[in-house]
């Protein structure tokens, strides 16, 4: 469901959502440790199964075997169900790897070898399935692919499902996808000198958001950001602010100049999304900023004379200038 429709303005953003458990560190660590118990009972099973699949054969026995383990899924979290409901991975996969992104797989096959491939960033990767469906099914092959999560039990259970990886599943220059522990929000350590972040090139090539951005935005948790209005004990002017505000600031600078962010809500519109992140704050120069690279078409509805869609995605794209 959408936000209230945004007010006419240039720097105001859209009308904040009511908070929700959905924006609290503490569900999704109990939703992620919950993932882990299951996948533990799942992979107890598996092996199980293969131990009695194991001495049946021993004992000639080809009697047909059920395993009658559980297919459902249970390893996605909610967001990730609501996405994969409208195709969301797979449109987002199709985008990426068409021939009208730059960045695509296939523009980059005709370059030459020393031609450096895509870097991919995940944040509020979960268990890392879009990073897996992008390198398995989109062949994005070679560049560096970092999932990351401020639950520590999230990027656990990525790890885990994805220790299995074989060498021809991982990219071409030997790396697996790596999945790190880290909040967008961390002031102590400087994501610029963390070994994951590609500070050479000035940020990632590709950012994706999938729900992220609609999970901080539940978030009641607020911010102190000085000289914007009230004043603290100094004379200094402060204000609080939910922290979705700082969010489009914050991600931008983790896009290289150049490059683009992906990001797919449930609960936004595609023009409130916009309006978040390419907003200038206070009014001030445009200089470094968002702008809107392109969108993905999902399904329209129409329900109360008004149309609408379940899903939005839009690709941003980092340029510097006035």
Request: aromatic share 8%; charged share 30%; glycine share 10%.
């Amino acid at each position: 469901m959408s936000a209230t429709a945004p007010a006419e303005g240039v720097d105001d953003h859209p009308p904040h959502l009511e908070p929700s458990q959905l924006g609290t560190k503490e569900y999704w660590e109990s939703f992620y440790d919950n993932s882990l118990s299951h996948l533990s009972s799942k992979r107890r099973k598996g092996n199980k199964l293969q131990r009695d699949t194991n001495q049946q054969e021993d004992e000639g026995n080809e009697e047909d075997y059920d395993s009658g383990e559980d297919e459902d899924d249970d390893d996605d979290d909610p967001g990730t169900s609501w996405f994969t409901e409208h195709n969301a991975p797979e449109k987002v996969m199709t985008f990426l790897t068409s021939p009208s992104f730059p960045l695509a797989p296939c523009n980059n096959q005709s370059q030459s070898q020393s031609q450096p491939q895509p870097t991919i960033l995940d944040l509020g990767t979960g268990n890392g399935s879009m990073l897996a469906l992008l390198r398995d099914e989109g062949g994005f092959l070679g560049g560096r692919m970092v999932g990351v999560d401020y639950s520590p039990k999230s990027i656990e259970l990525a790890r885990k499902l994805h220790e299995d990886d074989s060498p021809a599943q991982e990219n071409t220059e030997g790396e697996a996808i790596r999945f790190e522990v880290w909040d967008v929000f961390d002031k102590e350590r400087d994501v610029r000198k963390l070994d994951w972040f590609p500070a050479v090139g000035g940020g990632f090539d590709i950012v994706l958001d999938k729900g992220t951005f609609d999970a901080i935005s539940l978030s009641a948790e607020e911010v102190v950001d000085v000289g914007k209005g009230g004043e603290d004990m100094k004379g200094s002017r402060v204000v609080q602010r939910r922290v979705c505000e700082q969010y489009p600031g914050v991600v931008r600078a983790l896009v290289r100049i150049g490059g683009f962010l992906v990001v797919t809500s449930c609960n936004w519109t595609e023009e409130e999304l916009i309006r978040w992140f390419t907003r200038r704050e206070g009014g001030g120069e445009a200089g470094d900023r968002l702008v809107v690279f392109d969108r993905v078409e999902y399904p329209k509805f129409r329900f109360g004379g008004q149309e609408g869609q379940g899903v939005c995605t839009v690709c941003f794209q980092r340029v510097s200038g006035s």
